[in-house]
């Protein structure tokens, strides 16, 4: 394992043991509302102290681009972090939410772990080095065609985000294939795309902390990540497909039409 990967790790185990022991103690804590149905916890803001303390301390010139506490310092080298993806669910008891922490490194993806501390799967990821998960490689599914897919999304939820066009989408993807999963979690949907899993994967409206690290593994996987339109731009907007390549391009072709609503 890369010496980076390997830090970023133990930064992930770290801020998943912060997560397990306030499991049982959500009715506790401290929570705030960011904006309509986005909550942040004491637990998301230790997890990602501990995350940053962990990295700071190993690559103390590096730079971090984090969702609780935005960007700090300016280095080729910089750390996205989401300490914990899937915050609405954690605070209802919802076992599906994960650590993100990936590396990028000159503009470029390098490393990605993905940790899902309920389940205790370590999904990690090299580029040009492939994707594993507790050790085992993964690579995306061999679905043929949108016919018999399973596929995984994420519902708009803030007030900015057009769920009309979201919904018309969503309904021409329940007719096309095998069903329509939404966990509430991109990071792991997009690392269950890795796993084959889940056939394929589209959002709109993410941040890079939800799928920085998510998007390395599907493509280490042998997968495909684009925008709605097929480009490589989703990173910076937000809007994402990612597939294994035969359901990619199926569903660029379903999701194209609308690629402007979201440019």
């Not at 949108?146 to 900015?160: I, K, M, Q």
């Not at 998007?215 to 997968?223: D, F, S, T």
Request: hydrophobic share 40%; aromatic share 8%; with cysteine.
């Amino acid at each position: 394992m890369h010496p980076m990967l390997n830090i970023a790790v133990r930064a992930a185990r770290s801020a998943g043991r912060v997560i397990t022991r306030n499991m049982h103690r959500v009715d506790t804590l401290t929570i705030e509302s960011k904006q309509r149905n986005d909550f942040v916890t004491e637990v998301d803001r230790q997890a990602e102290a501990e995350i940053i303390q962990t990295l700071h301390k190993a690559y103390p010139d590096h730079a971090f681009l984090a969702e609780e506490s935005g960007q700090q310092g300016d280095s080729e080298f910089v750390w996205i972090i989401d300490p914990l993806d899937g915050t609405t669910n954690f605070l209802h008891g919802f076992p599906q939410f994960a650590v993100s922490i990936a590396l990028q490194v000159k503009g470029r993806l390098e490393h990605g772990v993905i940790y899902d501390p309920v389940a205790d799967e370590l999904f990690t990821c090299s580029r040009g080095e492939g994707v594993s998960v507790n050790n085992r490689k993964l690579r995306v599914s061999k679905q043929k065609s949108l016919s018999g897919a399973l596929l995984g999304t994420g519902f708009p939820y803030r007030n900015d985000q057009e769920l009309d066009i979201y919904l018309e989408t969503f309904r021409q993807f329940i007719a096309k294939t095998a069903g329509v999963r939404r966990p509430g979690a991109a990071a792991l949907d997009l690392a269950y795309v890795a796993a084959g899993r889940l056939d394929g994967f589209w959002e709109m409206g993410l941040k890079p902390w939800d799928m920085a690290a998510g998007a390395l593994m599907v493509r280490e996987a042998g997968g495909l990540v684009g925008n709605l339109d097929g480009g490589d731009n989703w990173l910076k907007k937000g809007n994402i497909i990612a597939a294994n390549p035969r359901v990619f391009h199926e569903m660029l072709q379903v999701l194209k039409p609308y690629a402007e609503r979201y440019a």
